[in-house]
């Protein structure tokens, strides 16, 4: 009971990101006609008047689950809200700054909500479709009560099967125009709506608490025209090719009778092998025009055009999360410069209220896929893109079971297994310590500690000689693919998670924790060899496979892997191909780290030739599409995009040796490439690198932040520290 009770204030404890406590006065509403079926839309209608403009009022804007807002006829937020949410019971808020927006005398806020209604394995569902709006300053009050209007808007419907697939909480939409109300959300609108009714407080339920969203606003492309359109040959579908793969909302101005039902949808429509979402509209007499408000992604959107329709135009607009592109490699290989190219962009394309695996067949953040991909953000995106990693980490431990289990796709509401090697990966060296030493970002770990000390030693238990037990949790998976050796992967993830904990606990001062660390940590390097050692390869006792290429490189990257081995192992590496994308990114870590940089390069090329060959912007979840593609096989998975981290931080050697770049190492191992250049954005501004190899020597041309401080290692060189500003180094 003890124990039990402990635990409970564990979990609890881990909830920092409850809201504010300055008091709400705006109520949830919606209207009576609403019963909160899935895919409910809403509008909702407010004047207010103001008699003197502030220089500031931040508008409290939460919703279940999506809102787009207008004031004064001008559209102010195209899709807030996050999925829901924090925690299993809780919900998020925007803030959202509308002074600008307003003017004196009448001011009309109009809000359209989109209910998903329904679960998914990226969402959970509070089953009430409503909205909550409160904005407060000296002589300025705007509040959701029932002096709003709200009404369903009946122009939103289902469309037939096909529909998404279970693990999506979005519906297909459809809009049939002939019920429009044209013009709602504007000042000359007269018709009345009917009067919203209040049905919960703020911070009750079955809201929960409220949140403040922790990632920015989604940046919004605008409209934009397609690069190239083209009809079939029947002259029925309207092909529109995008720029790359990106997150879109579809457009169109067509001239049409009524009734007319246009489909819309995208080249990625079954990307993954399940239906994802699509679009319909249903035409009203006249020149109309409609944008789609939910999201899609893929290289094409498609346009289902029946006779009698025509398309007087066609656009899209890309939306995506706020961050920029403002890290960067190139090299003398233009393979490797278009490989760092497409994992950026199926990093960003993955990216949204989530990490998330793919954008497409569920839109989930497992926590597989984000270490990997939070490692990435540090080397291709601008700092805002880190705050999406430290959300995840909430949302993770707060959804922690009362067994102490921590499992993902997180938030989730039809989910709630465990696959514990990810779960290990997640809260170790490359998961949360990553997260926190490359931005320096410390908030994250008092809160979290305890669940995650929870997990590592009432969860996971130890044999007599002091190694982790194999735990088959609800999923046992180490990986895609054949030849798994979960027994090695177990240990060296184990390990790194023990690592990243100690940390944790130095930095917490919990020194019996870290002590504890620290012992066990040691009695694994003591048995490792000696359970898994053959003299040639570690293998687990009863592993039947081939020599697993994945548990190599774990020994290697955690450490637990002696030097003496390195020649070895590098002969497994050089014939063992059982990686899939997602664990391959170790793979190449443990040949930079073996200084075997030309063969890794080699191994890079050789194992992404293929999912290069195709043209997509985009990198897939298995080596190939179709049979050869992993779980589905989705062609953006940011899980992929390994080499992204390597060639920036291996290649060109650039590595944080204190937190958030404040010192760093630069010590580039271009193995047979003659050039090569990366620059990363940190919080002191950005690191940039030259690196032009002649003979066995290297030059550098290197930019230092101010604040910051690198260290240069290069071949056969004493290490030399360098401070701000530009250097020339030979």
């Given at each position: ?409 997180v938030p989730a509401g039809n989910w709630f297994k465990e696959l514990p090697l990810q779960m290990l990966a997640s809260v170790g ?31 996971w238990k130890l044999d007599q000689s002091g190694l982790p037990v194999e735990r088959a949790g609800d999923w046992t998976w180490g990986d895609w693919g054949d030849n798994v050796d979960l027994g090695v992967l177990t240990t060296c993830w ?237």
């Amino acid at each position: 009971m003890k124990h039990l009770l402990l635990l409970l204030i564990t979990l609890l404890g881990c909830q920092p990101i409850a809201g504010k406590a300055e008091a709400w006065k705006g109520r949830w509403i919606n209207t009576e006609q609403c019963q909160s079926a899935t895919n409910t839309w809403l509008t909702y209608r407010k004047t207010v008047t103001v008699d003197k403009l502030p220089q500031s009022l931040i508008a409290k804007i939460a919703t279940d689950t999506k809102y787009w807002l207008w004031i004064n006829d001008q559209l102010v937020v195209f899709e807030g809200g996050l999925k829901r949410g924090p925690s299993m019971h809780d919900s998020y808020y925007d803030p959202v700054e509308i002074a600008p927006y307003l003017k004196k005398g009448d001011n009309l806020i109009a809000v359209l909500v989109w209910h998903f209604g329904k679960d998914g394995f990226c969402h959970v569902n509070s089953g009430k479709a409503a909205l909550l709006f409160d904005a407060q300053a000296d002589g300025i009050e705007i509040i959701s009560d029932d002096s709003w209007q709200c009404a369903v808007y009946g122009a939103y419907q289902n469309t037939e099967a096909p529909f998404p697939n279970f693990r999506l909480p979005e519906s297909n939409i459809r809009f049939d125009a002939r019920q429009e109300m044209i013009g709602w959300m504007s000042a000359g609108f007269t018709k009345h709506l009917p009067q919203a009714v209040m049905i919960a407080d703020a911070n009750e339920p079955p809201f929960g608490k409220l949140v403040e969203r922790p990632i920015p606003q989604w940046k919004d492309y605008g409209l934009k025209a397609y690069p190239q359109t083209r009809y079939s040959a029947t002259k029925d579908t309207l092909f529109c090719k995008l720029p790359y793969n990106c997150h879109i909302t579809p457009y169109l101005k067509v001239n049409a009778s009524a009734g007319k039902t246009i489909q819309m949808l995208t080249d990625n429509y079954e990307g993954g092998s399940t239906p994802n979402v699509r679009a319909e509209y249903i035409t009203r007499d006249g020149v109309q025009e409609y944008e789609s408000y939910g999201w899609m992604n893929g290289h094409e959107v498609w346009y289902l055009v029946p006779e009698g329709v025509d398309v007087l135009e066609v656009k899209f607009r890309e939306t995506g999360y706020n961050a920029e592109f403002s890290g960067s490699f190139h090299s003398n290989d233009e393979f490797l410069n278009e490989l760092w190219k497409r994992s950026a962009r199926t990093l960003y394309v993955t990216m949204r209220d989530t990490y998330m695996d793919c954008p497409d067949r569920e839109r989930s953040q497992w926590w597989g896929d984000e270490v990997n991909e939070l490692g990435e953000a540090f080397y291709a995106l601008s700092p805002s893109s880190w705050q999406l990693a430290t959300k995840g980490i909430y949302e993770l431990m707060n959804f922690q079971r009362k067994d102490g289990v921590i499992y993902s796709p997180v938030p989730a509401g039809n989910w709630f297994k465990e696959l514990p090697l990810q779960m290990l990966a997640s809260v170790g060296w490359y998961g949360f310590y990553t997260q926190y030493f490359f931005s320096a970002d410390s908030s994250f770990v008092a809160p979290i500690y305890d669940g995650l000390h929870t997990y590592l030693h009432k969860v996971w238990k130890l044999d007599q000689s002091g190694l982790p037990v194999e735990r088959a949790g609800d999923w046992t998976w180490g990986d895609w693919g054949d030849n798994v050796d979960l027994g090695v992967l177990t240990t060296c993830w184990y390990y790194l998670a023990l690592k990243a904990e100690r940390e944790f606990a130095l930095q917490l001062g919990k020194q019996t924790d870290a002590d504890r660390n620290l012992q066990l940590m040691q009695t694994i390097e003591k048995c490792f060899d000696t359970k898994y050692w053959t003299g040639t390869c570690y293998r687990s006792p009863g592993y039947k496979g081939e020599t697993d290429d994945r548990s190599q490189a774990m020994a290697i990257v955690s450490g637990l892997a002696t030097k003496d081995k390195y020649p070895a192992l590098t002969k497994v590496l050089k014939t063992e191909y059982h990686a899939s994308p997602y664990m391959e990114k170790y793979v190449l870590e443990a040949l930079f780290q073996m200084k075997e940089s030309s063969f890794a390069i080699e191994r890079m090329k050789n194992r992404y030739n293929k999912m290069m060959s195709y043209p997509y912007t985009t990198l897939f979840e298995g080596w190939d599409v179709g049979p050869g593609g992993f779980g589905g096989g989705t062609i953006n998975h940011a899980w992929s995009g390994g080499p992204l981290t390597i060639l920036s931080q291996k290649l060109c050697g650039l590595e944080p040796t204190s937190p958030g770049f404040k010192t760093f190492n630069v010590s580039p191992d271009l193995g047979s490439l003659k050039e090569a250049s990366a620059t990363i954005e940190t919080q002191f501004g950005f690191i940039r690198v030259d690196i032009k190899k002649q003979g066995k020597s290297l030059t550098l041309k290197l930019e230092v932040p101010e604040g910051t401080e690198a260290k240069v290692l290069l071949p056969n060189q004493k290490a030399k520290v360098y401070g701000a500003g530009a250097h020339d180094i030979k």
